[in-house]
């Protein structure tokens, strides 16, 4: 048989959805959804005088969708509304930057990392320590 047509890239999206039934979002609710988190994410780094907040478990399961419009709960079907993102699961945000200068910082920050952040949502620097002086929001 033919390969199946090519299709644009979708998000695979069940959260939020009541009936279960599994859909693609369409372009304009996937640059709206990682509009809204990357705007949660400049606002933790850039809303604080001193340092800066850093959330080290970004990933799809730590972003809330919550529809615009609670009262379509009944007909959702992902991609035919919008959605409201809620960054969630601060308990991996650390404050500013974490330097890794001697084997201690390094076995410090490993420790750290491993308990409370995603393996495969890592940053190469935090696979890596080894590879960086300094953990930061960038």
Not at 25 to 52: C, G, K, M, T, Y
Not at 87 to 97: A, K, M, P, R, T
Not at 106 to 132: G, L
């Amino acid at each position: 048989p033919p390969p199946p047509p090519l299709q644009e890239p979708k998000l695979v999206a069940d959260a939020g959805n009541p009936t279960g039934y599994k859909a693609y979002f369409d372009s304009e609710n996937i640059l709206s959804i990682f509009q809204q988190a990357s705007s949660a994410l400049r606002f933790l780094h850039n809303s604080f005088d001193v340092r800066p907040l850093v959330h080290r478990d970004v990933k799809p399961e730590n972003l809330l969708l919550i529809p615009t419009n609670i009262n379509q709960m009944e007909t959702i079907l992902p991609g035919m509304h919008r959605w409201t993102v809620r960054l969630c699961d601060f308990g991996s945000v650390v404050e500013g930057n974490q330097p890794l200068r001697t084997p201690t910082d390094r076995m410090a920050a490993e420790d750290v990392i491993q308990k409370s952040t995603t393996q495969m949502y890592r940053a190469p620097e935090m696979v890596n320590v080894h590879s960086v002086q300094e953990l930061t929001a960038k």
